[in-house]
């Protein structure tokens, strides 16, 4: 599916994106983009920025046109994650990826295989970090082992300093207590 022909019109509704004309909704659900919450469609706020970031979207609050960083800004109130969840979003738009929000493991993805928007299920669920943020072990693990029980391919994606996403694909790991073993114990550094 190509990306939109012509611009979207929006109002701003705290961190999403209100879209009132039909014929978008149907233009923008059939590229993967938004959802529908209490009979109104809303374009999710990293799905707004980027938007906007491709001079797609024309967002207002009001009579206020509502520019990137003044969304990024408002997004930022609800949601401390949502510029690394657009890097990663916009990094797999780029790629040709049709993404959509995760299962709840902070900044994931549900990413289906390219051209098998509406026709198939995801294969992957993408889940990022950034570089330099503390992050634990045993917490990754458990994602990586719910991501794997729903029979999905876990991928982590790294967001550089510099804005630059990098994926790895992760399997299940397993960490065991560390117990005295013989002959180990003993040894002094």
């Given at each position: 599916?190509?990306?939109?022909?012509s611009?979207?019109?929006?109002?701003?509704?705290?961190?999403?994106?209100?879209?009132?004309?039909?014929?978008?909704?149907?233009?923008?659900?059939?590229?993967?983009?938004?959802?529908?919450?209490?009979?109104?469609?809303?374009?999710?706020?990293?799905?707004?920025?980027?938007?906007?970031?491709?001079d797609?979207?024309?967002?207002?609050?009001?009579?206020?046109?509502?520019?990137?960083?003044?969304?990024?800004?408002?997004?930022?109130?609800?949601?401390q994650?949502?510029?690394?969840?657009?890097?990663?979003?916009?990094?797999?738009?780029?790629?040709?990826?049709?993404?959509?929000?995760?299962?709840?493991?902070?900044?994931?993805?549900?990413?289906?295989?390219?051209?098998?928007?509406?026709?198939?299920?995801?294969k992957?669920?993408?889940?990022?970090?950034?570089?330099?943020?503390?992050?634990k072990?045993?917490?990754?693990?458990?994602?990586?082992?719910?991501?794997?029980?729903?029979?999905?391919?876990?991928?982590?994606?790294?967001?550089?300093?510099?804005?630059?996403?990098?994926?790895?694909?992760?399997?299940?790991?397993?960490?065991?207590?560390?117990?005295?073993?013989?002959?180990?114990?003993?040894?002094?550094?």
């Amino acid at each position: 599916m190509s990306e939109l022909e012509s611009k979207v019109e929006g109002i701003l509704v705290k961190d999403h994106a209100l879209v009132d004309d039909k014929a978008m909704q149907h233009n923008l659900e059939l590229r993967g983009f938004g959802e529908i919450i209490k009979k109104k469609f809303f374009l999710k706020p990293f799905e707004s920025l980027y938007l906007l970031y491709t001079d797609k979207l024309d967002l207002f609050k009001g009579k206020q046109r509502v520019n990137f960083d003044h969304l990024l800004d408002e997004c930022m109130k609800y949601n401390q994650d949502v510029f690394t969840k657009f890097l990663i979003y916009r990094d797999l738009r780029t790629r040709g990826y049709i993404a959509k929000d995760g299962f709840g493991f902070g900044s994931d993805f549900r990413v289906y295989e390219r051209g098998q928007f509406g026709e198939k299920g995801t294969k992957y669920v993408v889940f990022g970090l950034t570089e330099g943020r503390r992050q634990k072990i045993g917490i990754l693990q458990k994602q990586i082992e719910q991501i794997t029980t729903m029979g999905k391919e876990p991928v982590l994606a790294v967001i550089e300093r510099r804005g630059e996403v990098i994926y790895y694909k992760v399997s299940r790991i397993q960490f065991h207590p560390n117990k005295d073993q013989p002959g180990v114990s003993n040894i002094e550094f």
